[in-house]
C-alpha cells in the first residue's frame, strides 16, 4: 500500500497571498461516497521568511487556540508578511464539530497517533499528513491546547527537549519568545507514552511549543490573551511579521512536569472536591481533596493527600470522577 | 390505571432515628426483570416538629447540592432532632450516576416532569412519587441546583411567589431564613413554561425554594459554602435542629428574574466568546459578547448586545454553542 | 397541567412585513439547559385578507416543498400580499436538519401525532402548538409532502373529504385551484389511522390540502414545478397575492385512494424487483414484482401480484425490502 | 384521538380452518413510510367451541413457550377443533426478533403497559390491541413466560386470585386442569405494580394463566414439556380439542407468592455466588449468597442471608449483579 | 502473526458442480464465541477453461449487480460450463443485511481496504481472503457496483489500465467484451486513493472490471440489464459458457475519469438543486446547481458551476447535502 | 514508535509480600484527558519459587476463574509463598465491568488480539503488556474461561501441545496436576486461527493451560470448584505455595478437539432446540437439534445431525440463533 498521503487542499503553499480552504480527507461513508471531511486551513504567504505552523483545536473542546487563531487569520495583512504562515484552527475537525475531545467518527484523539498512517481511520490520515506533508515545510511549530471539558489547567506553554545542543536551544528560544508566565519542558509523559504532534515534530528536529490555556470546556480571558500575544510574538520574532504590533515577551518561568508518581488520580467512583487551586504550591502530605459518594451517601469521605511537594499545573474539572482520573498534576521549577 | 406509586422504599418515615435506603423505582429491563433503581435516601426523625425535604441531583450534574446533602447526612446527629429531614441527596439517580443533566435510561429532565405519571418511564414515576407521596408529609421543600454544564450561575435562592398572601409571607421568609446573597422571584417562566419540582411543590402550598449554586459541572466553594449554611439555617430555623450551630442569615437581595425578552440566544451555531460576566449589570445596547465561526474561519464574527438592562444571572458556560442556546438571562431588583 | 403552548416565536403574527424567526421550542438538554429548537418560520402579513399556512419538511427527507417554500419566501414582495403567508419551510426542524423521515431527538413522526400534547416530547409539542395556536388564524393549509427516502410517488395532491357540505365544496375547490395533475380524495387512511396535519386541519374545518410530489429523498423537477405552481394558484385565487404570475390551473383528474386491501406489502425479507411503475393502471393478477433473497442466492424468487385493479400511486423505492414494508399503493377514478 | 386500535391483519377471527398471518402494527419509520411490525398469529377455527387465547414471546427472550406454540400451531388438526384457538407465538415480536426481554424499537416492556394505547408506541398499540380487540372475543387466556435472560424459574403456573367467586373459582380449575407441579396465585405484585397481560385479562373476568418455565435465556426441556401438556390439556378439559392426546392432569400443588419483603435484593454491584437453589425450602436467617467485587478484589465479600422462610421460586441467573437486582423471590403453601 | 486467512468456506472450488455455501468470517462477538459472518458463495465448475470471479455487494447499497449475480446462480446449467464461476453476489454481507454503504460490524468500506489483513475486522479479513485466496485462482474479476445511496451514475464499466502492455490489452478487450454503453479508464483516483478490489487484482496482473450502473439504492432496469448482458458475454467469450445465449456486444464509447479538479463539491450544508444531468455534456461555466439552506431559508442561493468540460458521469442522488459531498464527477472521451 | 508498553502499575513486582494495586491502561477520553483504566492486579511475592501467572476475565462474561481468583487472592497468605503469584481477576476489565465478551470501548476480543500493540486501542495495549511484560517474567500460565453467555461448556482444561518435547511434556505435566476431569489438547483451532493468550504463551515457551468451566454468564459450582483445586494445585506442585490444603489430583482424561468440520452450525436465524448434552458421546447421523422459525411459525423445524462421532464439549446456551452461530462442538478421546 501507498504511503502517499490521500489528503488534498484546493491551497496552492506557494502561492502569494492569503488563501482559504480545507485540508480534505477523504471519507467515503453510507452518504457520501465520494465526500471529504472539511478541515478549515489558512495559507498566508508573502516574502521568503520561514514558515510557521499554527494549530487548535487538535482537541475539539479545548477553544482558546481556536480563536486566537481565527482572530490571525482575520488579521493578518499578507502585505506585512515575510514568510509563510499555515493555521489550522479547528484541527480535528469532526471533534471540534462536536465539541468534544476525540473525533466522533473515529473516536480518534489525534494527539494519541502521531505519526499517523496514510491509509488509516480519518484521524489516523490526519496525523500522517501533517507529519508527512506539513512538517517537511515547517520551521517552527506552535500546537495550541487547553484543558478540555475534564481538566482545568494553569495557563502555560510546555516543549519537549530536543533532539541536539542547537535544537535544545532553539527550543528554550521558542518558550520565551512566546512569553506564557510558565514554560514547562517535559521529558516524555506527553500523551502518557503516545505521540504527541509536538514530540512527532521534535522527531523532525523542528522547534515545537504546545500549551494548555484554561480548561472547562469554556473559554478563558486570561488565555486567550496569552494565545494572542504569545503567537503574535513569535511572528514577529521569527520575522514572518516584522512590524507586528505586541508587547515584548519578558520571558518566562521555567518548570518541569513531575512525573505520574506525584499525580493524585481518583481511587474510586465518587464526587471530588478538592482542596488545592492550580498554580497553588503543595506540599507532601498536604490534604488535596475529599471523594464523596454518590451511590453510598453515608460512607464517609476518601481523603486524599500529595505524595509529592510541587506546583499544581492542572486539576480535575468535572466534580465526577471516576477510578483512574487524573486529579492532579504537579511541575516544579527546573533544577 | 391505577395511579398509587409503584416506587417503595425499606424506609419507614414514622420511625425515630437516621434510615438510609433508597426509593426504588421498579425498572424492569433485560438484565434485571424484577429490579429497581436504587435512589439514597436518608430520614432522620426524632420529636414533633416539621418535616424538611432537601433534594438534590434533580439534574445529576449539578453538584453543590449533593456534597452538602451528604455531608448533612452524614453531620445530623439524630437526638438533635426534633421533627423529620428527609434527604434524597441524588434525586434523578441514573442522571447522577451518568453525570449528565437528564437521565440515560428515558432522557427524562426530571424538572419539566412533575407532577409526574405513576404508570410512565422511571423519571415520570419518580416525580409523580415526590409529589404524590412526599409533598403531603412536608413541610417545607428545598430542592439544591447548580447550572450544569451548559450555565454558569450567580449564586442564588429562587422561589416562585405563593398562591395566597399566607403562602407568599412563608415564601419570603423561607428566602430569608437560608439566606443566598440574593433571593430571585419567579413568576412562572422556571422550566420554560413546564411544571418545576418547586412548582409542583406550590401548587400543593408548600413554601418551597431552589438555587443556583455555580455550573460547568464543577464544583464552586462559594456555592458549596451558602447551600451549607442556607440549609442549616432553615433546619434551625424552622425548629428541626434548634441547636444547629450556624452563622445568622442576614437576609438577601430580593431580585426577580427578567422575562425570556431580555435573555440572549445564540443566533447561530460556532464559538462564543462573551462579553459580560454573572452578577454584572448590564446596560440596553451594551457588547454581550460574539460568536465565531470553526466551521469558517474568516467569517466575520456576529456581535451581541444586550436588549435590556439587568443583572446577569447566568451566562451559557460552555465555548461551543448552537443557535437556540441561552447565552444569557438577567434579573433586577424587584420593584 | 397547562395545555398552554410552551412554543414561541419572536414574530408577531399581527405585524405588517416580512418578519423571518424560528418557532422556538424549548428543550432542555445536557448541553443547552434553556435553550430552544428553532424551527425556521416565516410571516409575510399586509392588508387585510385571509390566512394561509404554507408546510414542508413535515417529514424532513421529503424536499421539493422545502426547496419551493424557500424560492416564495424570498420572492413573495410583502408589497404585493392582502392578507398572510405563515410559511415553515422545515417544519420538523431537527428531521430535516438530519435527513431522515423523523426526528433524531425523539423518535418523532411529526404527522403522526396530531393534535400534539403541549408538554410531550419536541415533536408532540411542536404538532400542539400547529393545532392549537396556528390553525385557529389559519383559513387554508397546504402542507407538502414527498415520498422520502422509502417511496417513489406519483405526483399528486390529496385531501380529506371534509366535514360539512360547505366544507367539501371548499376541498374540492382547493384542489381544483392548486392544480395538481392528480387530485386524491382519502377517506380516512392516512397515517395508518393515526392524525396528519392535514386531518387535524379538518377537524378543524379548515380547507387542507397536502401533497405527494417525488421520492427516493432527492429532488424531482417536474414535482418541484407543481408545487411552485400550485402554491402560488391558491395565493393567488384566495386573493392573499392578488398580481401573483402563474399560468392558471386546468384543475386535476379526481381520484380516490383504494383501502390497504389493494395494497401489495412484501412478504419476506430480500430484494425487490418491481414490475410496474408508478401511474402504471394495473390488473388484478398483474405481476406486481419480484422478491430476491440476498442470504439465500439459491432461492427461487417470490413472486407477486396485484389484487385489485387500479393506478399505482406509489412504489416502494429501496430496493431492500423487508416483510410488512408497503410496495405498491393503488387509487383509482372516483366513482 | 380515536381509542380505535390501528393495528390490523389479514386473519377472519370468524373464518373456519388454519390461518397463518400477523397482527400488523403500524410503524412508520425512516425506511417504511407505510409498513408494518409483523407479529405471527394463527387462527384456527372449528365448530361452536369457546376461544383459547395463547401466546408467547410477551418477553423476547422467554422460549418454552415459543416453541410450544410453534408446535401446537403445526400439530393441530383444524378438524379436531371446536372452537376457536388464537396463536401468538412471538408476541413482542421486535423483542423477539432481538433475543430481548423489551422491544428495541420503543424499549417497550409488553407486560408493564396494559391496557396499551391505541395511538401510542408499537408496544402500547401492541396491548390495546389485545386488551381491546383480543380480549372481547375471548374464554381462556394462557401467556407462557420463563425467567429470560436475568432469573431462573422454578417450573409453575401463577394466576390471580379472579374478581368474583366464580371468576375465583375458574381460575382454580384453569391452574389445575393446566397441571404445572405448582399454580401460585399473586394477590398484585405482578409486575411491580404495573398491569400485565393476565391482570388485564383478569379486568375483563377472563380466566387468566400465566406461567414461570426455566430461565437463562435458554431452553429447559422440563419447562418445555410442563408448556407442551398444560396447554393440551386446557384444549382438551374446554373442548376446543376434545380428542386431544394428552396424560391427564395430577392437579398442581397450590402456593402463593410471598411480597418483596422477603424477597432478596442485591445491595451493591457485583459477582453473585447463590447459596440456595430454585425450588429449595430456605428458613430465615440461612445463607442466601455472598457478593464478590469485580472491580476491588481484595473486599471481603457480601454474605446475604434471608430474611423470611419459604420455597425459593426464581433466582437472579447472571453472576453480574448491580444493586437492586432481584437475586430470589420466595412463595409458600398457601394458608 | 500468520498472515494465512482464518477465512474458510465448505465449498471445495475444484469440485464439479454447483455449490452453494458461505465464507465464513470467524467473527467471536457476545452472542456468538465461535461464530462466522455467513458470506454467500457458489461456485460452479465444470471441464478445464478458466475461472471467473463474479461479485456484487462490495457496496451493501448497490442492487443491480446483486439481483444479476442471483439470477445468474439460478440459471447457468453446471453442465454448459467448461471452467469456473465463482459468484459472491452478496460481498460484504453484514452491509448487504443492513442495506448500506459499510459494514456495520466495523464500519468497513470494504472497497478502500485491499489488500486486506488476516488478523484484521471481519471487513479486512474479507479482503484479504479475496486478495489473497481467491485471486490466485481467478483469471478475470468483475466488480459489479452502481451509486449506491448517495449517488446516481451513468450506467458504464470502468477498468484500470493494467501494469504491462499485455495487461493493457487484456483490460481493454474485457471492456469491450462486457460492452457497458461507455468503458471508462482510470488511472489510479478510484477510491480516492485508497486500493479498491479492481485495483488490487490489477497489482495482481488480473484483467478486472468494474461498472456503475444506477444509484439512490433502487433498481435500474436498464443497468440490471446491462449487467446481466455484460456478464453473459464474458462467460461466453472466456469460453465458460460457450453456449451462453446472449446478443453480441457492439463495444463500448471509451472515456477517462477527469481528475477531482473537474469535480464539483458542496460549499456548505444545505439542500441541493441540481441543474444538469447524468450522462450531460457540460461546459466550463455551465451553472451545476444551487445550494438552498434548511436552516436558513431566507439566504439566498449558493449558485455553482462548472469548472471543466466533460460529460456528467455521476451526480449526488440525495438533495440534503454536506459541505464535502461530490455533486458531479466529470469524464470525457479518451484522447 | 515506541514498542515499549505505555502500561504501568504501582505494583513493584519484586517487592516482598502481598500488594493490590491496577494495570493502569492509559486512556485518554472526553471525560478523562489523562485518566487510565484500572485493571486490577495482586501480585503475592516471597522466597525465590517460580511466578505463576493467574488470569480470569479474560472474556468479561465468564465467572468461575473471576471468582476463584478473587478468593485465592483473599486466601493465599504471603508467608506460606515460595514465588510469586501474579493475579488479574478482571483481565479485560471493561468487558468485565459491562458483563460482556468483549471490550465496550474498543470492541476488543482480547483473546483474539495477541501479541498485541503497544500503540493500539486499550485492549491491544492489554494484550501487549501481558506478551511483553508479564510473560517474560512467567513460569506457568493459567487463564481461567467458561463458555460465556454464549455456550455451555464440560467443565475442562485445554493445552496447546508445545513447541519443544521438553515443552510437550511440561504441558501434559501442567494438565495432570491442574486435574480437570478432561485435559484436551488443542492444535491451534483456538481462537478460530487468531491468537490466544495461551497461544502466545506456548510461542514464548511457557507452560500454559487454559480452562473451560460453565457458561450462560452464570456461575456452575462444580466449575468454580475444578478451578479453585486446580489452581491450589498448581501452586502447590510448582513449590509456589508448598503446604497448600488441597486433595491431590487424580490426572484427567486426555482428549483433542475435533477439527470445524465435525462441529454443527446454525443453518438458518430461528430458535434452538438441542438434542444432546454437553458430554454425551455421539454418533455420526445422530439428531443433533431442530431449529424453529420465530419469524414464520407454520415453517417445518429444520433437523440437524451430527456429521462425526465424539463427545459434546460445548452448545450453544441461548435459544436463539444465527446462521453461523456454533451449536456443537465434538471431542475424542486422543490417539
Redesign the interface.
Given at each position: 500500500?501507498?504511503t502517499?498521503s490521500?489528503v488534498?487542499t484546493a491551497i496552492d503553499f506557494n502561492k502569494i497571498g492569503r488563501q482559504?480552504d480545507?485540508l480534505?480527507l477523504?471519507?467515503?461513508?453510507?452518504?457520501?461516497?465520494?465526500?471529504?471531511?472539511?478541515t478549515?486551513l489558512?495559507c498566508i504567504k508573502n516574502g521568503t521568511g520561514p514558515t510557521i505552523l499554527l494549530t487548535a483545536?487538535n482537541?475539539g473542546?479545548e477553544?482558546e487556540g481556536?480563536?486566537a487563531?481565527?482572530?490571525l487569520?482575520?488579521d493578518i495583512d499578507p502585505a506585512e508578511v515575510n514568510g509563510r504562515i499555515i493555521?489550522l484552527?479547528?484541527l480535528n475537525?469532526p471533534a471540534?464539530?462536536a465539541?468534544?475531545?476525540?473525533s466522533p467518527i473515529?473516536?480518534g484523539?489525534l494527539?494519541?497517533l502521531f505519526?499517523g498512517n496514510a491509509?488509516g481511520s480519518p484521524t489516523d490520515m490526519l496525523a500522517h499528513y501533517i507529519d508527512d506533508v506539513l512538517f517537511p515545510i515547517t520551521d517552527v511549530v506552535i500546537d495550541l491546547h487547553s484543558?478540555?471539558?475534564?481538566?482545568?489547567y494553569l495557563p502555560l506553554a510546555l516543549a519537549r527537549p530536543g533532539l541536539t545542543p542547537e535544537h535544545r536551544q532553539a527550543v528554550r528560544k521558542l518558550l520565551n519568545v512566546f512569553g506564557a508566565p510558565i514554560g514547562v519542558l517535559t521529558d516524555g509523559g506527553g500523551?502518557?507514552?503516545?505521540?504527541t504532534l509536538y514530540a512527532a515534530a521534535e522527531q523532525r528536529g523542528i522547534p515545537a511549543l504546545t500549551t494548555e490555556l484554561g480548561g472547562?470546556?469554556?473559554?478563558s480571558p486570561e488565555g486567550?490573551a496569552i494565545a494572542e500575544r504569545g503567537v503574535r510574538r513569535v511572528l514577529k520574532h521569527y520575522g514572518v511579521v516584522p512590524e507586528m504590533k505586541v508587547e515584548a515577551s519578558s520571558g518566562c518561568r521555567l518548570m518541569e512536569s513531575l512525573s505520574?508518581d506525584s499525580?493524585v488520580?481518583s481511587p474510586e467512583n465518587g464526587?471530588?472536591?478538592?482542596a488545592a487551586e492550580v498554580g497553588e504550591m503543595v506540599s507532601e502530605g498536604q490534604e488535596a481533596g475529599r471523594i464523596?459518594?454518590?451511590?453510598?451517601?453515608?460512607r464517609?469521605p476518601i481523603i486524599l493527600n500529595f505524595t509529592a511537594p510541587g506546583m499544581v499545573s492542572c486539576r480535575r474539572?468535572?466534580?465526577?470522577t471516576?477510578?483512574?482520573?487524573?486529579l492532579y498534576?504537579l511541575m516544579s521549577d527546573i533544577r
Amino acid at each position: 500500500m501507498s504511503t502517499i498521503s490521500r489528503v488534498w487542499t484546493a491551497i496552492d503553499f506557494n502561492k502569494i497571498g492569503r488563501q482559504s480552504d480545507f485540508l480534505r480527507l477523504p471519507y467515503s461513508s453510507n452518504m457520501s461516497a465520494y465526500g471529504w471531511i472539511p478541515t478549515p486551513l489558512i495559507c498566508i504567504k508573502n516574502g521568503t521568511g520561514p514558515t510557521i505552523l499554527l494549530t487548535a483545536g487538535n482537541h475539539g473542546d479545548e477553544y482558546e487556540g481556536q480563536i486566537a487563531l481565527i482572530k490571525l487569520a482575520q488579521d493578518i495583512d499578507p502585505a506585512e508578511v515575510n514568510g509563510r504562515i499555515i493555521i489550522l484552527p479547528a484541527l480535528n475537525y469532526p471533534a471540534v464539530a462536536a465539541g468534544q475531545r476525540v473525533s466522533p467518527i473515529d473516536d480518534g484523539n489525534l494527539n494519541r497517533l502521531f505519526p499517523g498512517n496514510a491509509n488509516g481511520s480519518p484521524t489516523d490520515m490526519l496525523a500522517h499528513y501533517i507529519d508527512d506533508v506539513l512538517f517537511p515545510i515547517t520551521d517552527v511549530v506552535i500546537d495550541l491546547h487547553s484543558g478540555g471539558r475534564s481538566l482545568e489547567y494553569l495557563p502555560l506553554a510546555l516543549a519537549r527537549p530536543g533532539l541536539t545542543p542547537e535544537h535544545r536551544q532553539a527550543v528554550r528560544k521558542l518558550l520565551n519568545v512566546f512569553g506564557a508566565p510558565i514554560g514547562v519542558l517535559t521529558d516524555g509523559g506527553g500523551g502518557g507514552g503516545a505521540t504527541t504532534l509536538y514530540a512527532a515534530a521534535e522527531q523532525r528536529g523542528i522547534p515545537a511549543l504546545t500549551t494548555e490555556l484554561g480548561g472547562g470546556a469554556t473559554l478563558s480571558p486570561e488565555g486567550l490573551a496569552i494565545a494572542e500575544r504569545g503567537v503574535r510574538r513569535v511572528l514577529k520574532h521569527y520575522g514572518v511579521v516584522p512590524e507586528m504590533k505586541v508587547e515584548a515577551s519578558s520571558g518566562c518561568r521555567l518548570m518541569e512536569s513531575l512525573s505520574r508518581d506525584s499525580a493524585v488520580y481518583s481511587p474510586e467512583n465518587g464526587l471530588f472536591q478538592p482542596a488545592a487551586e492550580v498554580g497553588e504550591m503543595v506540599s507532601e502530605g498536604q490534604e488535596a481533596g475529599r471523594i464523596y459518594f454518590y451511590d453510598d451517601p453515608m460512607r464517609p469521605p476518601i481523603i486524599l493527600n500529595f505524595t509529592a511537594p510541587g506546583m499544581v499545573s492542572c486539576r480535575r474539572f468535572p466534580t465526577i470522577t471516576a477510578r483512574g482520573d487524573c486529579l492532579y498534576n504537579l511541575m516544579s521549577d527546573i533544577r
